[in-house]
């Protein structure tokens, strides 16, 4: 099998370049680089620079390198971004992922594989998401990350393509130093970034219906989730025409008052944080259920919080060596 990954040379994506290739899989990269590292793809897996929105060139990569899968990383991620800017999430999340599924079914390729979220679940009153939970997002971000979901789904029901919808929850660690998270987006390098600059680290909003007040996440290693991904490219392989819809977390939550009080242990830093205002669209509390994708493919996370901090910090100090503490 051949995969093109969309998005190869960001963060998730070359972590699942790596994980395909380790598994004797061939790779290509599509990345239109506003935000992947060209560095991060390995020596011998091709990088077209290209954007999903220019089906033209997505059709010429797919016939040239005889792709017969697809792994759809690349989009527009940041939720309080998507809440400024919402025809902008669109037109690259919705109408990029429109433009890539049409190249892909002109060409034949049989497996699709999109990178979906959990902010498609918004702010669920469960103790545990499951699959099943009605999804409410509560951002343009996570709308689109839903529309994605029909749209592959229906557009799999219409030509025979093998998907699978993928709802991450919150990505961290790293598997090894040069493939940290090198973006200040997600909570731990925002945590990296303040302790840094010897500031004391955010927390946005503190008055939530949770035991400390701060939002409680489920994390999910790099690692696993690009196993993940094999997994789940491996069985569209073996069962034409399936059509999976998976959550990928650990099903345990952590506070985010919890997580820096972590982060500070590991680092050596002690600097208790700052209560600022709410972030919009933030939920109290999205933990995932993961029985679904252990019963149908033995997936299972292997890594821990702890794993996710510790690596995370090692390729950190590796960008920043001023941040490490004798």
Same mark, same amino acid.
């Given at each position: 099998? +051949?995969?093109?990954?969309?998005?190869?040379?960001?963060?998730?994506?070359?972590?699942?370049?790596?994980?395909?290739?380790?598994?004797?899989?061939?790779?290509?990269?599509?990345?239109? $680089?506003?935000?992947?590292?060209?560095?991060?793809?390995?020596?011998?897996?091709?990088?077209?620079?290209?954007?999903? $929105?220019?089906?033209?060139?997505?059709?010429?990569?797919?016939?040239?390198?005889?792709? +017969?899968?697809?792994?759809?990383?690349?989009?527009?991620?940041?939720?309080?971004?998507?809440?400024?800017?919402? $025809?902008?999430?669109?037109?690259?999340?919705?109408?990029?992922?429109?433009?890539?599924?049409?190249?892909?079914?002109?060409?034949?390729?049989?497996?699709?594989?999109?990178?979906?979220?959990?902010?498609?679940?918004?702010?669920?009153?469960?103790?545990?998401? +499951?699959?099943?939970?009605?999804?409410?997002?509560?951002?343009?971000?996570?709308?689109?990350?839903?529309?994605?979901?029909?749209?592959?789904?229906?557009?799999?029901?219409?030509?025979?393509?093998? +998907?699978?919808?993928?709802?991450?929850?919150?990505?961290?660690?790293?598997?090894?130093?040069?493939?940290?998270?090198?973006?200040?987006?997600?909570?731990?390098?925002?945590?990296?970034?303040?302790?840094?600059? &010897?500031?004391?680290?955010?927390?946005?909003?503190?008055?939530?219906?949770? =035991?400390?007040?701060?939002?409680?996440?489920?994390?999910?290693?790099?690692?696993?989730?690009?196993?993940?991904?094999?997994?789940?490219?491996?069985?569209?392989?073996?069962?034409?025409?399936?059509?999976?819809?998976?959550?990928?977390?650990?099903?345990?939550?952590?506070?985010?008052?919890?997580?820096?009080?972590?982060?500070?242990?590991?680092?050596?830093?002690?600097?208790? =944080?700052?209560?600022?205002?709410?972030? =919009?669209?933030?939920?109290?509390?999205?933990?995932?259920?993961?029985?679904?994708?252990?019963? &149908?493919?033995?997936?299972?996370?292997?890594?821990?919080?702890?794993?996710?901090?510790?690596?995370?910090?090692?390729?950190?100090?590796?960008?920043?060596?001023?941040?490490?503490?004798?």
């Amino acid at each position: 099998m +051949t995969w093109l990954i969309t998005g190869g040379a960001g963060y998730i994506g070359a972590h699942v370049v790596r994980a395909m290739t380790e598994a004797g899989e061939q790779a290509v990269v599509y990345d239109d $680089l506003s935000t992947g590292i060209a560095e991060r793809v390995p020596d011998g897996v091709p990088l077209v620079i290209g954007s999903t $929105l220019d089906g033209e060139l997505l059709g010429r990569v797919l016939t040239e390198h005889s792709v +017969t899968g697809v792994v759809h990383l690349a989009a527009k991620k940041q939720v309080g971004e998507s809440v400024d800017l919402p $025809l902008h999430y669109y037109r690259e999340n919705v109408e990029g992922l429109r433009v890539l599924l049409e190249a892909v079914t002109a060409a034949g390729v049989p497996s699709f594989v999109f990178s979906s979220s959990a902010a498609v679940y918004g702010m669920p009153d469960v103790h545990l998401v +499951t699959e099943e939970t009605p999804c409410a997002p509560m951002s343009p971000y996570g709308e689109t990350k839903l529309a994605g979901e029909w749209l592959v789904r229906a557009t799999g029901r219409a030509t025979g393509l093998s +998907t699978a919808s993928l709802r991450y929850f919150n990505v961290a660690g790293a598997a090894s130093p040069e493939l940290a998270d090198v973006g200040v987006f997600n909570l731990i390098p925002m945590v990296f970034e303040k302790l840094t600059e &010897e500031a004391p680290p955010r927390i946005f909003g503190d008055d939530y219906p949770t =035991p400390d007040g701060t939002c409680i996440r489920d994390y999910i290693h790099v690692v696993d989730l690009a196993e993940a991904h094999v997994a789940v490219a491996r069985a569209l392989q073996a069962s034409p025409g399936r059509d999976l819809t998976l959550n990928i977390g650990r099903g345990e939550g952590v506070s985010v008052r919890e997580m820096i009080d972590r982060i500070n242990a590991v680092t050596g830093h002690h600097r208790p =944080p700052t209560v600022t205002p709410r972030r =919009p669209g933030d939920p109290a509390r999205v933990v995932a259920s993961a029985d679904r994708i252990t019963a &149908e493919l033995g997936w299972k996370a292997r890594h821990d919080v702890q794993d996710m901090i510790t690596s995370a910090w090692d390729g950190w100090v590796r960008q920043y060596p001023g941040a490490a503490r004798d």
